[in-house]
């Protein structure tokens, strides 16, 4: 999400599970080494490519999060409502956490821990930002045609994009996903505050179909040029 003032993304119930929208597309490898990837007490299996597609790492995750389900040691279905430093009998800093059934909320329990890892996930939600023109220029094509304007999390595979396409951003999966589509015959342009054109800084994607240009400053729509 935008930032943490802002509304984690909704999330719906499907089959029994509660999800959100996958940002996973179909040709998503790890950025890591499966070595350096892996739990210490668990190997990723040894046909497994250097960089492991996202269906190696579900199965790898899968396989791991066994065990500890089988032992009850995850809490599934529940949001935590409150986390408070605690000191136990020694004097050790301790944590108290609750948590609230998303089921049925009048349900709740508490637990306390030796350390708490925050991991909520505020990147989750799509942010596009108001770039000056961005509407207008969207609105230039017919309601017919396919989305003009998509986020990275909405990305799924080439052969939806058009001839020439712009990506905004050269962080990962704006690199990962430029190569992709460059790859499948589309011209791409990446716009990069970091790589820019005739910069010193070498990119770390380069294919014949990618042309590294300067951050987006204005949409200009159909009428305007």
Do not use: C
């Not at 990147?123 to 990275?152: A, E, K, M, N």
């Not at 589309?186 to 070498?202: D, H, I, M, N, Y």
């Amino acid at each position: 999400q935008p930032s943490p003032k802002h509304e984690p993304e909704p999330i719906y119930l499907k089959d029994q599970l509660w999800m959100t929208e996958s940002p996973i597309y179909d040709d998503l490898t790890t950025n890591l080494p499966k070595q350096l990837m892996k739990f210490t007490d668990l190997a990723f299996p040894d046909k497994a490519p250097l960089m492991p597609t996202h269906h190696v790492v579900q199965s790898y995750l899968e396989e791991y999060s066994r065990e500890i389900v089988e032992k009850h040691l995850v809490n599934f279905g529940s949001r935590v409502t409150s986390v408070l430093p605690m000191r136990d009998e020694q004097g050790k800093r301790i944590w108290e956490v609750t948590n609230t059934s998303v089921l049925d909320t009048t349900h709740t329990s508490t637990s306390t821990f030796d350390a708490v890892i925050v991991a909520n996930g505020h990147y989750t939600s799509p942010f596009i930002p108001s770039l000056p023109g961005l509407s207008s220029w969207s609105s230039v094509l017919t309601p017919s045609r396919s989305p003009l304007i998509i986020h990275s999390k909405s990305w799924r595979h080439p052969p939806s994009m058009p001839k020439k396409v712009l990506i905004v951003g050269a962080g990962i999966s704006g690199m990962d996903i430029a190569d992709h589509i460059a790859k499948s015959g589309s011209q791409v342009l990446l716009a990069s505050r970091t790589f820019k054109p005739g910069g010193t800084t070498e990119p770390m994607v380069t294919h014949r179909n990618i042309t590294y240009v300067h951050p987006v400053a204005e949409f200009l729509s159909g009428k305007e040029g």
